[in-house]
């Protein structure tokens, strides 16, 4: 069964910090591997998806690489905004279903 | 485009009522899928549906039922509720290809006293 780790369970830095979020998963055979945020009473907001046969994906301020060999994924997030204070779940996919971390909540102070 | 609705948004019931939560989407997407989302749990995965008229269950199915409507809609009953199944649920819709996400509707929040 796999099972998706998200270290550390909460983050708090002061803003323009660069910080890295890790994902860690036990099976090896997905898809691909995505970056979602969650706002606070929200629902969730894809940032990144990552294939499994990619290194990384990069969006604006935001990085996410895969070593699928390892089991594991990071977000760096760069020049950090209070703007960015949501909290940041890990998930892997397998056929029709994604797998979740229990998330990063970041605060970031301005 | 409004993208993946749910209703209601809140929710209150006594154990043993019955309750049908709805899901929409308008991006003509093949498969929808249930979570629920519960605190140091994560999002698990209630119910999918891989296309229109068929349904799979999915880590915790125990004490839910689905509909697939159409293609737009997929609902979630719950025919006797628990105090268990207070958590907020998401909808969410995607195309089915492995290179596609998911896009999660805004959640409704059930309490079961």
């Known amino acids: 069964k796999q099972e998706v780790t998200q270290i550390p369970a909460a983050l708090s830095v002061p803003e323009g910090e660069n910080l890295v979020l890790n994902c860690s998963f036990t099976?090896?055979?997905?898809?691909?591997l995505q970056w979602f945020r969650q706002d606070p009473g929200k629902g969730l907001t894809s940032l990144l998806l990552i294939q499994s046969s990619q290194r990384e994906q990069t969006s604006g301020r935001l990085n996410a690489s895969l070593d699928k060999s390892s089991g594991r994924s990071t977000l760096y997030i760069a020049a950090s905004q209070p703007g960015d204070s949501a909290t940041y779940l890990c998930?892997?996919?397998?056929?029709?279903?994604?797998?979740f971390g229990t998330g990063t909540r970041l605060l970031v102070s301005p | 485009n409004a993208g993946v609705t749910q209703t209601p948004k809140f929710q209150v019931l006594k154990t043993g009522q019955s309750m049908t939560l709805q899901c929409a989407q308008d991006?003509?997407?093949?498969?929808m899928y249930w979570y629920r989302q519960d605190p140091g749990m994560g999002l698990r995965l209630i119910y999918y549906?891989?296309?229109?008229?068929?349904?799979d269950k999915g880590e915790v199915p125990n004490g839910y039922n689905v509909s697939r409507l159409n293609k737009r809609e997929f609902s979630l009953r719950l025919e006797s509720a628990a105090p268990s199944q207070t958590s907020v649920y998401f909808c969410?819709?995607?195309?089915?290809?492995?290179?596609?996400?998911?896009?999660f509707g805004p959640g409704t929040r059930l309490t079961v006293l």
């Open positions: 969410a819709s995607s195309s089915g290809s492995r290179t596609d996400t998911q896009y």
């Open positions: 998930a892997v996919s397998g056929f029709q279903k994604l797998v």
């Open positions: 549906s891989a296309s229109e008229g068929t349904t």
């Open positions: 099976d090896s055979a997905i898809y691909n």
């Open positions: 991006m003509n997407h093949n498969s």
